[in-house]
């Protein structure tokens, strides 16, 4: 991508889940010798202006990016979109989950490529909306806010509140199955790894 429109894309690594089923916060567990959240790092170094990791768990400044904590608290990666949508300085924001290993460099620019004139653009893998792997404009920041903060919690219903883009990735090489594969659980991490 020119690196004019780079510079209009920030990105935001989302690692402010309590990993209750994993028992240990999965962004920081070794995959292959190195972080899962470095793999994601990795992916969007080469094609944002700038990474930011959200999470209110100060051992991710390991990794020498800034680190912004959850302004409202407990309510999820809504709240995670919020904290990183009320920082953000450019038009328009790349959010990952941290537990995707598998995420690439190609497939957010196509993600990018594919987001013009909408509010939000998520991809559709397998007839999912994969909200954690999207473009989110800046301009939403007021709305979600005030959402949030009213009790809307679950991304599936917030996105729907904004000119959402749905862009369906079945079919398309970059987008591999493994690429939206979440590691949640011990087994999906074993999984994983036999994957890699």
């Given amino acids: 991508m020119e690196k004019q429109s780079i510079q209009h894309y920030n990105g935001y690594i989302l690692a402010g889940g309590k990993s209750s089923r994993m028992g240990e916060d999965k962004g920081l567990m070794l995959f292959n010798g190195k972080s899962v959240v470095q793999y994601v790092v990795d992916a969007l170094v080469p094609v944002v202006n700038e990474v930011v990791i959200v999470s209110n768990n100060p051992a991710y400044e390991i990794f020498g990016l800034k680190v912004i904590a959850d302004e409202i608290k407990d309510v999820g990666p809504a709240g995670g ?12 924001n790349v959010m990952i989950g941290c537990d995707m290993p598998f995420v690439s460099s190609a497939a957010i620019e196509e993600l990018i490529k594919n987001s013009e004139g909408s509010q939000i653009t998520l991809p559709i893998h397998d007839g999912l909306l994969e909200p954690l792997f ?14 949030v903060l009213g009790g809307n919690v679950k991304l599936h219903e917030l996105v729907k509140h904004f000119k959402l883009q749905e862009f369906n990735v079945n079919n398309r090489s970059i987008f591999t199955e493994k690429l939206f ?10 999984w994983a790894l036999n994957q890699s």
Avoid: D, P
């Fill in 181 to 190: 594969m979440n590691i949640n659980t011990r087994q999906e991490f074993e």
């Fill in 81 to 92: 979109i919020c904290a990183a949508l009320q920082h953000s300085f450019v038009e328009n």
């Fill in 134 to 147: 999207g473009v989110y404009r800046t301009e939403c920041k007021h709305e979600w806010r005030r959402l």
